[in-house]
């Protein structure tokens, strides 16, 4: 069996729900989605997501100090466009009325502390997303590509305001995301939350959805399950967002587990018990990464957005790309991001313009702007 899901089975089937049972702007949005793309099986989380924790207590404060309040919902099934129209933050992704998410196994990206310890390839027999007269089977060989922004930093939690955008994905690729993780200082233990442009995870959706998902001991596990346990009855992760709006994520430890916030209100955590039940402590972070993430079949032959397509690095675009900012951390050091890409550059290494297919640009000391379409700036070459 592959790494990839050989990793993922052991997960799934050892890891399960234990604790209880129970600064918004109008920004450019990406390019429309490709059509034709199938509503592909992916193969759904072994372990149970559990009930809704009703006896949970979250921090009485969301990360950014304001109280809980109802996110603005749409009707169920709608898309990120229609929800853009009616001003409304997100909306369940199908209309069974069901409040627990689904964990499904699809390719997943992880940074380290540095970049050769990062996870850029790997092989899968998750076939990628297809036109409905292209064959998929066998095995997959899935690149990795980032752009990061990332600080050794010993927290309680962080939180930061993203684009929420639409990207559009090159045939074939996987998925275009944003995400903030929150890790041990090896990166072996991880939680992370975000929005995704994930066909496989979303059975079939090239709209952004809301995800969590977390690492032990190095070991993928699953989207939106494999021991969350769901809090919010309003919003689960897998729930469509609307898209060309700046929204709130945030993780934080608290009573023993790692909450996560979206918007204005906890949606629900991850035990710490998790990572216990593997013999390792992890309730504070050693790590904080934030950074956009493509993964697709051919990092140099690729036209997949990351962001909302437009890249930093590139002067006409600059003001209009996808960003990170208001970023804090909750009982942590004072905010001062590396950057990979420029730390490169600044070696003598290779140029922003040759690292600038998706690039970064810093906005010291809480923010930065990333993303881009696949090509140089400036460059001819037609996606």
């Not at 993922?8 to 399960?16: C, K, W």
């Not at 074939?172 to 991880?190: F, T």
């Amino acid at each position: 069996m592959l790494k990839s899901r050989r990793g993922l089975l052991a997960a799934g089937l050892a890891v399960a729900v234990v604790g209880a049972i129970g600064v918004a702007s109008t920004l450019n949005a990406g390019a429309e989605q490709i059509t034709g793309a199938p509503d592909q099986t992916v193969p759904v989380a072994d372990s149970p997501t559990g009930a809704i924790a009703d006896t949970a207590t979250p921090p009485a404060l969301l990360p950014w100090g304001e109280r809980p309040t109802r996110i603005r919902k749409g009707r169920a099934g709608a898309d990120s466009k229609t929800l853009r129209a009616a001003g409304v933050a997100a909306a369940s992704a199908d209309t069974t009325g069901s409040i627990l998410p689904r964990g499904r196994y699809a390719p997943k990206g992880r940074t380290a502390e540095t970049e050769s310890e990062s996870l850029l390839n790997e092989k899968t027999d998750v076939p990628p997303p297809l036109p409905p007269s292209a064959k998929a089977d066998g095995e997959y060989n899935v690149d990795y590509i980032y752009s990061t922004a990332r600080q050794d930093a010993v927290t309680d939690g962080v939180y930061s305001t993203l684009t929420v955008a639409k990207p559009t994905l090159g045939e074939k690729d996987y998925h275009s995301l944003a995400e903030i993780a929150l890790q041990s200082a090896d990166s072996d233990q991880v939680v992370e939350v975000g929005w995704t442009v994930d066909p496989l995870t979303n059975k079939g959706s090239y709209d952004p959805h809301f995800f969590v998902y977390h690492w032990v001991n190095g070991e993928e596990t699953c989207y939106n399950g494999c021991g969350w346990v769901q809090f919010s009855k309003n919003l689960k992760p897998g729930d469509t967002l609307a898209y060309g709006a700046a929204k709130k994520f945030g993780i934080q430890y608290s009573n023993g587990s790692w909450w996560v916030a979206f918007d204005s209100e906890w949606i629900g955590y991850f035990p710490e018990s998790l990572w216990n039940e593997k013999g390792t402590s992890f309730s504070q972070s050693g790590l904080i990464q934030l950074f956009g993430e493509i993964a697709v079949l051919d990092k140099d032959n690729t036209c997949t957005l990351m962001g909302n397509g437009n890249n930093p690095v590139d002067e006409k675009e600059t003001s209009a790309s996808a960003f990170f900012t208001t970023t804090s951390y909750i009982n942590g050091p004072a905010l001062s991001f590396t950057y990979p890409a420029l730390e490169e550059e600044a070696k003598g290494g290779k140029t922003a313009k040759e690292l600038g297919k998706y690039g970064i640009k810093p906005a010291p000391p809480r923010s930065f702007r990333y993303g881009g379409d696949g090509k140089l700036p400036d460059e001819d070459a037609v996606c």
